[in-house]
């Protein structure tokens, strides 16, 4: 355990104060250890940290212990047509799907290129161009942080909805130990989203969809690399609304031209959060000193170096209030924040 430790170099925004306490967990046992040791100190505070690109960290830090679920491994096995892996918490997501592309199975190709561990996959329960973690999620096998003992949840168990789940929901109640998922073997890759159709050609295989995701989302600043010259962001600072038909028609009334809506199964509507930002009147480069909005992508709040936490909640809370201002929708910020509330 280490004392006083900075966080902003574990976080892709490259922001954030220390940690009190920091500890790496490679396996199961130490966890238990980190969790016994604060609850015996007066029951301190601790925080569980994945890869670190949804999280904002306050630029005082944390007042607690920090675990850095550092766990590795991939199990395969293979049974009927499907192809199940337990992945390890602290396996890299993307790796993951590397791999199960690299096997032929389909079930998590549009998940390419999402950054963050394994374990962090269900917690929003991470979704891009119509696929969701969700639907391949066989097992959770999570540590319950009461009773300090393993358990096995399944995906009912889970409660998954649009970016969300129980973990997300009872932040504080489980960690997540590894991930059990389902994939079919030789399977069809899942394309739903015109804008994934228009770059593929006919009968795509799950590679070729891994592939096209990839560039999809490097266009979009959206993939994290190692000489990528753009500055680093969250991901998706703000989640798609979701509204009612009569709400989103009056949004739509106050806009020239055609606005993206999309219709869900329960008759609500998503809209675009990223076309709200820019229809509010902030665009894509935006900047408020050392943070602003991407040059690729309005959803995304970049920090371009030498800034601070109450730099970006700065402009997070410009942005909430000129799409509040402009089309009376409220955005609920997407990723977790330590050691400080909710901004907005
Ligand atoms: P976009 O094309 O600017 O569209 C804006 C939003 O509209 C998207 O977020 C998407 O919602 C929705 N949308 C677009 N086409 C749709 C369709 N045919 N049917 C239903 N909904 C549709 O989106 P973008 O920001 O560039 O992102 C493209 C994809 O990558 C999205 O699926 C997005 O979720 C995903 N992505 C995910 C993450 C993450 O998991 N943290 C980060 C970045 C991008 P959905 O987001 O619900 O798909």
């Not at 709040?301 to 409220?330: E, I, K, N, P, Y």
Request: hydrophobic share 45%; glycine share 12%; net charge neutral.
């Amino acid at each position: 355990m280490k004392p006083s430790v900075a966080l902003a170099r574990f976080t892709t925004l490259g922001l954030g104060g220390p940690a009190a306490l920091f500890a790496e967990i490679e396996e199961g046992g130490d966890l238990v250890s980190g969790l016994e040791w604060a609850r015996g100190k007066n029951s301190m505070p601790v925080f569980i940290l994945g890869g670190g690109s949804n999280l904002v960290v306050s630029d005082e830090g944390f007042a607690g212990l920090v675990l850095h679920m550092r766990t590795r491994g991939r199990d395969f096995k293979e049974n009927a047509g499907e192809l199940r892996v337990e992945v390890a918490a602290g396996e890299t997501w993307d790796d993951v799907v590397a791999d199960v592309v690299s096997r032929d199975a389909a079930g998590i190709e549009c998940l390419s290129g999402i950054p963050g561990s394994a374990g962090a996959a269900p917690v929003q329960n991470i979704g891009a161009y119509g696929q969701e973690v969700a639907s391949v999620i066989r097992q959770v096998r999570v540590l319950d942080r009461i009773s300090l003992r393993e358990r096995q949840l399944d995906a009912t168990a889970c409660c998954f909805g649009y970016r969300d789940s129980i973990f997300k929901r009872e932040p504080d109640r489980f960690v997540i130990l590894s991930v059990t998922l389902g994939l079919a073997k030789a399977g069809r890759p899942s394309v739903r989203y015109p804008e994934l159709m228009a770059v593929l050609g006919d009968n795509p295989s799950v590679a070729d969809v891994r592939i096209a995701v990839r560039a999809l989302r490097r266009k979009k600043a959206m993939l994290i690399e190692e000489a990528d010259p753009e500055p680093r962001s969250a991901g998706s600072f703000f989640t798609n609304p979701i509204v009612t038909t009569a709400v989103a028609d009056a949004i739509a009334a106050r806009v020239d031209g055609d606005m993206p809506r999309y219709p869900l199964p329960d008759g609500r509507v998503k809209l675009a959060a990223g076309w709200l930002i820019e229809r509010a009147g902030i665009a894509k480069g935006f900047r408020m000193g050392p943070v602003g909005v991407s040059s690729k992508h309005a959803l995304a709040l970049v920090h371009h170096g030498g800034g601070t936490t109450a730099d970006l909640l700065r402009l997070a809370r410009h942005v909430h209030a000129a799409v509040r201002d402009r089309f009376g929708v409220a955005l609920v910020p997407e990723p977790v924040f330590l050691g400080l509330d909710r901004p907005t």
